[in-house]
């Protein structure tokens, strides 16, 4: 089953939802689609495009919006999906100031890391080995993050997320 993004009145992103549920709000006249996704579907007396993005007819007062959760996914997307120690994909996390240690597992000491970095460094501190961080790892900001950190991203999405914090994912 695919996904459709959600955008408010004003193009804030505000979550995703599925094509089923996108297609349920265009009908009812509560969405309008933004962009199709491509796919048609077909039924008796005719046939229809599911939606990639809709908009919300009607602004939706979100009440005030926590910090961005903690998860893997969603540091993987921070950095891009490399390890900040030597550039390969990344496969794992690793804690900059090891929990061993009294690192904490928070967004400043979490960082993505390849395996053989993570299995090098180990419990070590960055000083022992003489390594560096590429940049400095950061809480994320941003609307756009919400979504970026829950699944898999559509590319027809970005133009409706990079004004709302997700440009640095996707460089």
Known sequence: MNRSLVLNATYEPLGVVTDRRALILVLNNRATMVEA??????FAHGQIELPSVIRLNKFV??????????SRRAIFARDGGRCVYCTAPATSIDHVIPRSRGGGHNWENVVSACHKCNHVKADKPLKELGWRLRTLPR???GA???????GRTENRWLPYLEPFGVAAATA
């Open 144 to 150: 756009a993050w919400r979504i970026l950190g829950t």
């Open 139 to 141: 809480e994320p900001v």
């Open 61 to 70: 007062k979100i009440p005030y919006r926590h910090a961005v959760p903690l």
């Open 37 to 42: 996704s491509g796919t048609v579907l077909h």
